[in-house]
């Protein structure tokens, strides 16, 4: 596999900071891995995660030595100096408003092909109560048109509110191989499913069963805004039951 010199320049600048970040990240949190040697050697592989924090991209890296790319929200991009930085390090945007050829899937699929391991979140948000949502088909698609294989990963903390010492371990599972599933570069979202059901139910069991250690529930302090605006339905949805229902013992 032939690689241009700037990406070696890369590679260099992305160990250094792997090395920093690992040291940093070991001495606040108490970090832990689990079947490390599910990770695939000789492959580049897309590392399907549940979403907890923005820390997640770090610590799905550190699951395998070799640089990660990754998709980024296009506004993080804009951002001066820290857009260069994150683009400089692998990542990508998840849409190009100045290319309008633009097409995240054959971006994924090219570095992919380039042998560069790929992070995505199925789950498309986070979710900050620990509890793993439903995935997106997009991840097996790229798959399926790449022919490389998808690793759950499950990324499981102690608290729903991270501190200092926390315990945060990361949990790799059995690389699932699209080949396995009849798919291939022809595949559609709709050949997909049985292959996305099988990774989030790995991500699901990494996650909410058996955990490494005790686990404390208590309320997020920082919510997404899809969070948020779920919450807020639910509680005019109740409300507006206990309204019928005052109404109904009135009448």
């Known amino acids: ?9 890369v ?3 992305y160990r250094l900071a792997y090395y920093l970040v690992r040291f940093l990240f070991f001495f606040y949190y108490r970090i832990s891995f689990e079947e490390r040697e599910n990770a695939p050697k000789g492959t580049a592989a897309i590392y399907a995660s549940n979403h907890r924090s923005y820390l997640d991209p ?29 683009r400089f390090m692998g990542a990508f945007p998840l849409s190009d408003e100045k290319k309008k050829d633009y097409n995240m899937l054959e971006e ?19 979710h900050t109560n620990g509890k793993v949502g439903r995935g997106k088909s997009g991840m097996c698609m790229l798959a399926a048109k790449s022919g490389k294989p998808v690793v759950p ?19 790799i599972g059995t690389p699932i191989y699209p080949a396995d599933y009849g798919l291939n570069e022809s595949s559609t979202p709709h050949d997909v499913h049985a292959m996305k059901k099988a990774i989030m139910d790995e991500i699901h069991f990494l996650v909410e069963e058996n955990p490494p250690f005790p686990i404390v529930h208590d309320e997020p302090k920082k919510k997404t805004s899809v969070e948020i605006a779920k919450e807020k339905r639910k509680q005019e949805r109740q409300a507006k039951v206990a309204e019928n229902s005052t109404e109904q013992t009135e009448e």
Do not use: Q
Not at 71 to 79: D, G, H, M, Q
Not at 110 to 122: A, M, V
């Open 58 to 86: 770090v610590l799905v890296a550190m699951a395998h030595p070799k640089p990660f790319n990754y998709i980024a929200k296009e506004y993080l991009f804009r951002v001066p100096v820290f857009g260069s930085f994150i």
């Open 108 to 126: 994924a699929e090219r570095r992919l092909k380039k042998g560069r391991n790929l992070t995505i979140f199925p789950e498309g948000t986070r």
């Open 11 to 13: 590679a260099f600048f």
């Open 1 to 9: 596999m032939k690689y241009n010199f700037s990406y070696y320049i």
């Open 153 to 171: 990963i499950g990324l499981v903390f102690d608290s729903n509110n991270l501190h200092f010492r926390s315990k945060i371990c990361v949990r």
